[in-house]
């Protein structure tokens, strides 16, 4: 990232975030800088909104900073990452950032911010204003809404969604069952609305002027709705079966269909109004490359997208050494940067690049993803579709979107996953975690059929991030290498890798309260995943339910620390401070944020001179969340925060 956008960014946290961003109570303050006038000449304020909104969900929306450089941190340093996708070939931070998963949280915080900032706004406003005076307009705001907030809790965990801008509850976090029964409510509603102006007025298309994502019509919005709704059911599979069961066939059968060809995509298209952000920082900043799984997978399968997604090395490289330069051959290779390898060197700058430039559409969901979803559900007796047949779909339609040929060939090879070499440095080399083939195995078990269809449904995402990296943190699915420098000081773990990303750390000082009831919503569930032993799919994974893991007391206890009761003195006593046996950690947790009592904290005068943050710290909720933090997440068998109860919920 260029240094003046880093810069800029910290300013703009230190500014406006801590004072507006990070507090609800201010969010019916439009940021965007949109005015009465500008609505007036538009037309129609709702067009206006909805295209701010469009341009939220793949953020690319100038609000007076600049563009691209949002996007980067909302989701290319983090999910396109995390997904296997991608990584930036040069040493950010020294080369110790969330690659090794020393986590930046100026980079880590911009989805909520933003999102938060310039899109929810817009979207409240619509949904009191539309509903009366142009319902589809407030349908398609209902959609959006799902659509760019199933984004945020994925990453997160609870969000403000059926509270925000509502005063009379305080902003009441949703925890994550909340908030997709949400998510399944507003879409309900979205159809319903659409469904009956398409059949009463099968012809309008009022919005098709303001339209980034679809063709302008209802009934692909319709479309588009029952598709989302098929990724929410498929996403919660495991967490609310009988739920998710019944939401995906709702969509299946409900009016309008699904996507289910690649002229269907929904995708912001590039126009005067929008550029694709990732093709401003592929070719023009120089900082997106090809990630070393996806670089196993392709070339291991000699898969025909390689060249669609990436660019061969265009030159070989120069390796200065002791004994003299060395020519290492690239040119014309694809290769890959392994991610959390902490490099402080320039020579990834030679690896493979994107295709992807500034007119590239930003694809959201296309139908090869809906036919993988229709595989899974098949897979798990939702449906009476055969699996097979919708993977052979799922495939060709990949391949369409990219005008390929030759998906028939490709479904019978029984090729695998190469090994990862780096012609920079052998230490980072890794055998082939992928162990599956394109070709369907009708006589594999369940799991492995599961682990086909993901792996196929994650290339063909490619290069949306956000949703490769959710499904591959719901399923364990396309098996990732794993960092081989972790930094996380023992609260990510390796093996299990990233789950979630932590709140913004500047909540813990703007708005306490929030970010306490934040964390309190924020539950931890064992799924007793481990990667040599993949459970069965058809099984529940759900082994148990704590928000504060009490049964985890033993791996508390190795840390020095008691296991936090539900009572308002959570922990045992430790001489005249309660706080010793874990201040020092929570120091390096939480650095400024967070300031450690004095001796003698029970009394009334230390209470009385406590600090915000200390009093904050005295929630015994909060505390046993913070200190279950600190040392949970280097437990091996957990999978550590993602997907498991509305998915799972973990700080």
């Known amino acids: 990232m260029k240094r003046f956008y880093i810069y800029l960014f910290a300013a703009f946290c230190t500014v406006f975030l801590g004072a507006c961003t990070g507090n609800f109570r201010d969010m019916n303050d439009d940021l965007t800088g949109i005015s009465d006038e500008d609505l007036e000449a538009d037309d129609n304020g709702f067009g206006y909104r909805l295209q701010i909104v469009q341009q939220g969900i793949y953020f690319n929306y100038d609000f007076g900073k600049g563009k691209n450089w949002p996007f980067q941190m909302t989701q290319n340093l983090n999910a396109d990452m995390f997904s296997g996708y991608m990584h930036d070939p040069k040493p950010l931070q020294g080369g110790s950032h969330n690659s090794d998963y020393n986590l930046q949280d100026s980079w880590n915080s911009a989805m909520w911010q933003f999102t938060y900032s310039y899109v929810m706004p817009q979207i409240y406003r619509l949904e009191q ?29 609870p969000v ?22 949400c998510f399944f409510d507003d879409l309900d509603e979205a159809a319903d609305i659409l469904a009956a102006w398409v059949e009463e007025q099968p012809e309008a298309g009022e919005f098709s002027r303001f339209d980034l994502l679809l063709d302008g019509s209802y009934t692909a919005w319709l479309r588009f709705a029952n598709s989302l709704r098929m ?3 498929v996403r919660i599979a495991v967490a609310a079966p009988e739920k998710a069961r019944a939401e995906f066939r709702k969509a299946a059968q409900a009016a309008g269909g699904v996507i289910e060809t690649s002229m269907e995509n929904a995708a912001v298209k590039t126009s005067g109004t929008y550029s694709n952000p990732l093709g401003e920082i592929n070719l023009n900043w120089n900082e997106a490359a090809m990630n070393a799984s996806m670089e196993s997978v392709l070339t291991g399968y000699g898969d025909p997208r390689l060249e669609k997604f990436f660019k061969p090395c265009g030159s070989d490289l120069v390796i200065a050494g002791d004994a003299g330069d060395g020519t290492v051959v690239l040119k014309g290779q694809y290769h890959g940067i392994r991610q959390g ?5 320039n020579y990834y700058a030679a690896f493979s690049r994107l295709t992807v430039d500034t007119d590239t559409d930003a694809v959201l969901m296309t139908a090869a993803e809906v036919w993988f979803l229709r595989a899974e559900a098949a897979l798990r007796g939702w449906t009476d579709e055969d699996a097979e047949r919708c993977y052979r779909n799922g495939v060709a339609a990949s391949f369409a979107q990219w005008q390929l040929s030759g998906a028939e060939s490709y479904l019978g090879s029984d090729a695998m996953a190469a090994d990862y070499h780096d012609p920079v440095d052998p230490g980072n080399d890794i055998a082939a975690r992928c162990r599956v083939s394109p070709r369907w195995d009708a006589a594999a078990d ?13 290339i063909a995402m490619y290069p949306e991030g956000c949703e490769a990296w959710a499904e591959q943190r719901r399923t364990g699915y ?4 794993p960092v081989r420098l972790n930094h996380s000081k023992g609260y990510i773990d390796t093996e299990t890798m990233i789950r979630r990303l932590p709140f913004p750390a500047v909540l813990a000082t703007s708005d306490p309260e929030q970010y306490a009831a934040r964390h309190s919503e924020r539950h931890a569930v064992d799924l007793g995943y481990r990667p040599d032993q993949p459970p069965d799919l058809l099984q529940d994974r759900l082994q148990q339910y704590d928000p504060l893991y009490r049964s985890r007391g033993d791996r508390l206890r190795e840390n020095g620390l008691s296991v936090p009761s539900a009572g308002p003195e959570t922990g045992t006593a430790r001489g005249t401070d309660r706080c010793s046996g874990v201040r ?12 450690v009592a004095s001796p003698g904290l029970n009394s009334s005068s230390a209470k009385k001179s406590a600090s915000p943050v200390s009093c904050f710290w005295r929630s015994s909720a909060l505390r046993s969340v913070l200190i279950w933090r600190m040392v949970h997440r280097s437990d091996r068998r957990v999978r550590i925060g993602f997907l498991c109860n509305w998915p799972a919920e973990i700080p």
């Open 341 to 345: 390898t902490g490099f402080s060197h």
């Open 478 to 481: 396309p098996r990732l290498f």
């Open 231 to 233: 990724r929410l059911a």
């Open 584 to 595: 020092r950690r929570l120091r390096s947790v939480f650095g400024r944020f967070f300031v």
């Open 446 to 458: 369940a799991e492995l059929k599961l682990e086909r269809i993901i792996t196929q449904k994650w």
């Open 160 to 181: 403000i969604y059926s509270h925000f801008a509502d005063r009379g509850s305080e902003y009441v976090p949703d925890s994550q069952q909340q908030a997709y029964n």
């Open 129 to 157: 204003t539309a509903r009366e005076k142009m319902p589809p307009f407030y349908a398609i705001t209902k959609i959006l809404k799902v659509l760019a907030m199933h984004r945020v809790t994925d990453y997160y965990g």
